[in-house]
């Protein structure tokens, strides 16, 4: 059925359709993005109209990442209604073609996009993410620190006790943006305070630029560049630092083996693999939800009921799937259960609605 003439032209249609709502999308991403950035920085003094452009491309593929599981429910539903409401659903019903033959393009099309999605638009998101906390934090926006949890490294290094903080990561964790490292001594009392616009970590030591050093009893000095030593290995680092969503999927099982043998809590890692693996599937039950609202025959009168069923069926679903993932990045529930249950609970009960619904 998918490879036929009637089903290249259904797996077409819902192509197109999926097409037109990632371009609504993407550009309603973008407005909405850059006004909201403009409102927030245009007071930073690097801020520039194309940089707040430049950020925007790179933090859109993050959003959209997620408004995939939405596109894959109002694409189906769209399509699924055109058909309907030019008698197409009916004249193959007609023909002896069952719901679940004409369906087998849609539900190919929409695990293409959740796979699509993982391999392509998650790399891409991961990569943005990044550059644009970067670009956010060399502007000097004091949002990061406001909203996301700055990141803390305590080392112990020659009998010193060092804090470093920092408002942005880069490269995984060896570089870090408006840094500051406290020196503690044996006893706890802190000697020394010195905060750099950058960090790089080398062999043996961080590398500081464009430094400040406070100490008790002596003013500030500036300096170009400062040294602190440590016993930090890159790996141990980016493995601490790194967030689970800045991860792309093709490194996330490599991430996963080198924070186990850290001793490092894998569950937020291991819930982001199994969340991105069970996509296609979600993306599937996504589409059984919009057939189980739009295959009911209605000339004029199907839209609002139609939209708001879909709607908060689809919402129902995404909200269940990302409260799960919180309890399996916590620890509170297993990776693979969390990331897995939500999608074949979804799978299942939209096929016994349809199986009701056509087949009694």
């Known amino acids: 059925m998918i490879f036929n003439t009637l089903g290249l032209y259904f797996f077409k249609r819902y192509i197109v359709t999926t097409f037109w709502f990632l371009v609504g999308i993407f550009s309603l991403i973008f407005i909405i993005d850059f006004s909201e950035l403009a409102t927030r920085m245009s007071a930073l003094p690097h801020y520039t109209i194309t940089g707040a452009l430049l950020m925007t491309s790179f933090r859109i593929p993050m959003i959209l990442q997620q408004t995939v599981p939405f596109v894959a429910l109002f694409a189906a539903m769209a399509a ?5 409401r030019r008698y197409e659903l009916v004249v193959t019903r007609a023909a002896g073609i069952s719901v679940w033959q004409f369906l087998r393009p849609f539900v190919f099309g929409a695990f293409l996009l ?38 803390w490294l305590r080392q112990i290094y020659d009998g010193t006790d060092t804090i470093i903080g920092a408002r942005s990561v880069q490269n995984g964790g060896t570089e870090l943006i408006n840094v500051t490292v406290i020196h503690f001594d044996p006893q706890g009392t802190i000697i020394q305070r010195q905060d750099a616009k950058s960090a790089k970590l080398e062999d043996g030591y961080w590398l500081l630029n464009d430094v400040t050093e406070t100490g008790s009893g002596r003013l500030p000095q500036r300096m170009q560049s400062a040294q602190v030593r440590t016993n ?43 969340s991105l693996l069970s996509l296609p599937l979600l993306l599937v039950a996504m589409t059984l939800i919009a057939a189980c609202v739009s295959l009911k025959f209605s000339r004029f009168n199907q839209s609002r009921s139609v939209i708001l069923g879909g709607i908060l069926s689809g919402f129902v679903l995404y909200v269940v799937t990302v409260l799960v993932k919180a309890f399996g990045s916590s620890g509170i529930v297993p990776p693979f259960v969390a990331a897995w249950l939500p999608v074949v ?15 009694g």
């Open 345 to 359: 609970v979804a799978m299942a009960l939209g096929s016994t609605i349809l199986l009701h619904q056509e087949d």
């Open 232 to 274: 930090l290995k890159p790996e141990f680092v980016q493995e601490r630092l790194a967030k689970a969503d800045s991860i792309q999927f093709f490194d996330l099982p490599e991430k996963i083996e080198i924070a186990r043998s850290f001793g490092f809590s894998t569950n937020g890692m291991e819930t982001q693999l199994h």
């Open 80 to 84: 699924l209604i055109s058909l309907n």
């Open 114 to 151: 959740g796979v699509l999605a993982v391999i392509a638009l998650n790399p891409l998101a991961a990569w943005g993410t990044k550059r644009a906390e970067a670009l956010e934090a060399e502007w000097g926006s004091s949002r990061a620190a406001q909203t996301n949890s700055i990141p």
